[in-house]
């Protein structure tokens, strides 16, 4: 059974500083996901990566395949980051069902 | 576009009673899912369907069923509730491919099991 573990799982911090989340995974995927959950419970695609690097705004996400491990990070973080990041992954065709497995998310609060 | 909907938004249920959970789309997905949340185990997956028609199980299937009669619509049933039911239940869908396919997540239904 594949897992999907994150760090940390709670994170506080001040606004405008860098922020790193991780996550690794333990079989082979097809692509790895970064959604956010806001307070009040709307889950958002931020990121599908299979390979290096993505940046959207101040969000940029990373993959290295051989090592099995992702990080999201915020550059110059601000109160509205403050949410649930959850990673999840597609599993290889043949090693399970089609949806998304899931780690357990990172609660990240910003303070002004 | 409405993208994910889903109905209804938050419902009290006793134990023993059923219902069903819609989820409907507008973005002409082939891949549809219900997942469940719950505190402490991130997201799971219930069922999923891969075109009009079809479903197949996911990690956590047992007590729900789902049907998918229009590629829009995708539903999933409780025909006699337990309280380890309460959950919130998120449906999400995917153009194709969906291994590798950005999902997109309806709004969630909260469900309460007494």
């Known amino acids: 059974k594949n897992e999907v573990e994150q760090s940390p799982q709670n994170l506080t911090a001040q606004e405008g500083e860098f922020i790193t989340i991780n996550c690794s995974y333990s079989?082979?995927?097809?692509?790895l996901h970064w959604l956010q959950q806001h307070p009040g419970g709307g889950i958002v695609s931020l990121f599908m990566?299979?390979?290096g690097k993505k940046k959207h705004g101040r969000l940029i996400a990373t993959i290295n395949i051989q090592e099995k491990h992702s990080s999201l990070h915020i550059t110059a973080s601000h109160p509205r980051d403050s949410a649930v990041y959850i990673c999840?992954?597609?599993?290889?065709?043949?090693?399970?069902?089609?949806?998304?497995?899931f780690g357990k998310g990172t609660h990240l609060i910003i303070q002004p | 576009n409405a993208g994910v909907t889903q109905t209804p938004k938050f419902r009290v249920l006793k134990t023993g009673q059923s219902m069903t959970l819609l989820c409907a789309q507008d973005?002409?997905?082939?891949?549809m899912y219900w997942y469940r949340q719950d505190p402490g185990m991130g997201l799971r997956l219930i069922h999923y369907s891969v075109g009009e028609g079809t479903t197949a199980k996911g990690e956590v299937p047992d007590g729900y069923n789902v049907s998918r009669l229009k590629k829009q619509n995708f539903l999933l049933g409780l025909e006699s509730a337990a309280p380890s039911q309460t959950s919130v239940y998120f449906c999400?869908?995917?153009?194709?491919?969906?291994?590798?396919?950005?999902?997109?997540f309806g709004p969630g239904t909260r469900l309460t099991v007494l």
């Open positions: 973005m002409n997905h082939e891949y």
């Open positions: 079989v082979g995927i097809s692509a």
């Open positions: 990566l299979s390979s």
């Open positions: 999840a992954v597609s599993l290889r065709p043949g090693g399970g069902a089609d949806g998304l497995t």
């Open positions: 999400a869908s995917s153009y194709s491919g969906g291994r590798a396919d950005t999902q997109y």
